[in-house]
């Protein structure tokens, strides 16, 4: 799924005030609850968690991305003027240092499979050996020197080759827990790969949502200042009262607070995009991308049975299943026998009747072992191993329940998104009428200012209401594709 956002807002100038009014902490409260609203879907993209939707949106921001940087060669990590969604998460593939640290995870389960596979291979050892003993042990004959049975220098070098012919079946399981184990780091380099590229893009939402509630925010500073200057006109002219200009003055007091909550935010959100896609501290984070309402259709049975083909906590858990049964297997044949082959072949002294010549030998001989007890070492083994698997049999069953929910959550989350879009839209219609028709009556003298000032204060929570709506229509959008497990990277 791709993601075009573009501010469709209906409307253009943002003229408002802030009354000590109710309207006025109705506005404060909307704003307020928007920052909350951006901060809890960050915190809940930062944690460790996207498909086939039948839904559609057209992308000027898409989030389906490559490996790097489209319109870069492979290898450049030039970082263009402005960056769309796709190059943002791009870049966050390419550089974060979680992901290079999943990968040699990776390798580390594949040396682990090398090394299990050693012991299908015979061992061949080189030995050497050299023995001073003394005294030695002689016979002695009558009317002869005494003959020595050993010599004082003893010397040994061989070459020993042995093969374990069959074991029951431990190193093709061995093997096979190995291969299994370098599966679950490749599905964990997928969760790293989710968690930071849904990371990426909610960061980038962040940032754009927020630029657009500062612009909202300048425009009524903007309009208000205009609102002062007509304040101050009418008490010249003796047809209002420093109240007027105090109450004005007020509410651009609240708005700049605001502002500088906003500007805070914003700038946090930037500092952590430069953080994932390793942007340089001093860089100006450029960005293209808008919001766009789009008509959508979501099957939650079918979205659901594919997040839980497609999810990578799901894959994960399913192999880490069949390396917890691979385990009891290997567990249960602590006590089989095993046989072995040996070979030697080298050079020594010491053999009778010229011991101090080395001469060729060797040996061949083959071992069976057959354990009898140890100590119930291999039944202890085998209960922790099945107790191990039933727990990832719970974990798996747990977290398809999960995905199921998560899935109806966002699907249900996208439906409601829409038709508040819809309300916000209305609202903001109905309160510029309101506006324009407070502004006249203002003129007029039929209204006092405090009721201009509530009037479009409104008309300020209900902007700032459409912005929320967008943004967090925007925000299910993107938690139906994670809940569904859709790659984005």
Not at 15 to 40: D, K, T, Y
Not at 95 to 111: I, K, N, S, Y
Not at 329 to 358: C, H, M, W
Not at 424 to 449: D, F, H, L, P, W
Request: proline share 3%; net charge neutral; with cysteine.
């Amino acid at each position: 799924m791709g993601y075009k956002m573009r501010f469709n807002t209906p409307f253009t100038v943002i003229s408002s005030g802030r009354p000590s009014s109710v309207a006025g902490l109705r506005c404060n409260m909307i704003f307020n609850n928007l920052l909350v609203a951006i901060g809890s879907v960050l915190m809940a993209f930062s944690a460790a968690a996207a498909p086939s939707a039948s839904m559609s949106v057209s992308a000027s921001a898409s989030t389906s991305c490559s490996a790097s940087v489209p319109g870069l060669s492979s290898g450049q990590t030039s970082i263009p003027d402005s960056l769309t969604l796709e190059q943002a998460v791009s870049l966050t593939m390419s550089t974060h240092p979680a992901l290079a640290q999943a990968r040699e995870g990776v390798a580390a389960a594949e040396a682990r499979v090398r090394s299990s596979r050693s012991s299908s291979y015979p061992d061949l050892s080189l030995y050497g050996a050299y023995t001073r003993i003394g005294p030695v042990s002689t016979m002695e004959l009558p009317y002869q020197e005494p003959i020595k049975l050993a010599p004082e220098n003893n010397y040994d070098v061989h070459l020993g080759l042995r093969e374990t012919l069959y074991d029951f079946g431990r190193n093709t399981t061995s093997v096979k827990l190995a291969q299994s184990g370098r599966q679950v780091a490749s599905d964990y380099v997928e969760q790293v790969k989710s968690n930071l590229a849904y990371r990426t893009i909610a960061a980038f939402n962040s940032i754009l949502i927020l630029r657009r509630s500062v612009a909202v925010l300048d425009e009524e500073l903007e309009a208000l200042d205009q609102h002062l200057d007509v304040s101050r006109s009418k008490v010249r002219a003796g047809t209002a009262t420093d109240f007027d200009v105090l109450t004005t003055q007020v509410r651009i007091a609240a708005v700049r607070n605001e502002r500088i909550d906003a500007a805070n935010t914003l700038e946090s959100q930037e500092i952590l995009l430069r953080q994932l896609t390793g942007l340089p501290p001093d860089q100006p984070v450029r960005l293209k991308g808008d919001f766009d309402r789009v008509t959508l259709s979501l099957a939650s049975d079918s979205l659901s049975r594919a997040a839980l083909q497609q999810r990578p906590e799901m894959i994960t858990s399913r192999d880490a299943e069949n390396s917890a049964s691979l385990q009891v297997r290997l567990s249960s044949l602590g006590d089989k026998p095993s046989l072995a082959l040996s070979l030697t072949s080298g050079f020594k002294n010491g053999y009778f009747a010229e011991l101090n010549t080395a001469k060729a030998n060797f040996s061949a001989g083959a071992q069976l072992q057959f354990p009898i007890f140890n100590g119930n070492r291999t039944r202890h083994q085998r209960n922790e191993a099945e107790a191990n698997l039933r727990s990832t049999r719970a974990r798996t069953e747990d977290l398809e329940r999960q995905i199921i929910a998560d899935v109806q959550q966002a699907t249900a989350g996208a439906k409601a998104g829409l038709e508040k879009i819809d309300n916000a839209e209305v609202q903001v219609r109905q309160s510029e009428e309101a506006v324009s028709m407070a502004k006249i009556k203002y003129e007029a003298g039929v209204v006092t200012n405090l009721d201009l000032l509530d009037t479009q204060t409104t008309l300020t929570q209900a902007r700032l209401n459409y912005l929320r709506a967008l943004y967090n229509y925007t925000v299910s959008l993107v938690a139906v594709d994670r809940a569904t497990g859709k790659k984005v990277w």
